[in-house]
């Protein structure tokens, strides 16, 4: 059972209660951590931008202060997940009374944006690798333009008379060291090094990705369980109750049958994590 669903029970509804004040600590707790400061970025063509992000680690912090201070519960360690753009950081949380499992779940969504770090080496890198694909653009098509007739005439000259233009390109793309050989003959013939050009390409590649900062940006509201897999932004804080039968979870119980003693105790779990949440 989900706390804060409509119900006729004085008990739940005091649950739920419990429940939309801790939402409301949570909010305003995740508002502040998620406070947005203003730096300077650079795009990938070279324009400085003012953008906003946040601290992720603050998050993980009180989510790692919750665990810490959490009594008798059972707790999974804060977790981040990272698809694509998209991250969660969530902890989740349990306490069984008597026969009755209360479960907590805390998270954050948020979208990751790639920047450049204000640095004049991502111009100088950019530029460098523009003048290789350029260079090695412009002799591709010129060796494109060659090469067919090149590599039907080594094919013949080693012996591949009989064959026809199909059957020549056939054994040209079938047989690796010969392609390899007349490959090295043709860049014999050009004068450009591609393999080091290739290298020094892919150097420059991974030098960029080296000046890559990331920046994060999330929403200050507070989403439900279909909002999150849905890939929103936001953050959410949920409570659940269910019995416990058999050693099988059960969300559909009688409130009324409750003991007192569980009901009591119930509400101080809630009460303790309100007040860790203020701290």
Not at 114 to 121: F, I, V
Not at 250 to 261: A, L, M, R, S, T
């Amino acid at each position: 059972m989900r706390l804060g669903i409509d119900t006729s029970d004085e008990f739940i509804k005091n649950l739920s209660e419990k429940s939309n004040e801790i939402q409301t600590a949570y909010s305003k707790k995740m508002e502040k951590l998620t406070s947005h400061v203003s730096i300077k970025a650079m795009l990938g063509d070279s324009t400085i931008t003012q953008t906003k992000t946040f601290d992720p680690m603050q998050i993980q912090n009180f989510y790692k202060n919750i665990s810490e201070n959490l009594q008798n519960w059972n707790i999974r360690d804060v977790t981040m997940t990272n698809n694509e753009d998209i991250r969660r950081i969530f902890i989740k949380f349990d306490s069984q009374v008597g026969n009755y499992l209360l479960s907590g779940h805390m998270s954050i969504q948020f979208h990751v944006l790639l920047y450049y770090k204000q640095d004049n080496k991502v111009i100088q890198y950019q530029k460098e690798l523009s003048e290789i694909i350029d260079r090695t653009k412009t002799m591709d098509s010129k060796l494109g333009d060659d090469s067919d007739q090149f590599i039907l005439q080594k094919l013949k000259e080693l012996g591949y008379t009989d064959l026809n233009h199909q059957n020549l390109f056939e054994v040209f793309f079938e047989n690796d060291k010969l392609r390899e050989k007349i490959y090295e003959e043709i860049e014999k013939n050009t004068d450009l090094d591609f393999k080091k050009l290739a290298k020094r390409k892919m150097d420059l590649f991974n030098e960029l990705d080296s000046l890559l900062i990331e920046t994060y940006q999330t929403s200050n509201v507070l989403i439900d369980d279909t909002r999150l897999i849905a890939g929103e932004e936001g953050y959410l804080c949920n409570f659940d109750l269910e019995f416990i039968k058999n050693k099988v979870k059960e969300g559909k119980f009688v409130p009324k049958k409750i003991p007192n003693d569980v009901k009591e105790n119930l509400i101080k779990k809630l009460d303790e994590i309100k007040k860790i949440i203020e701290i």
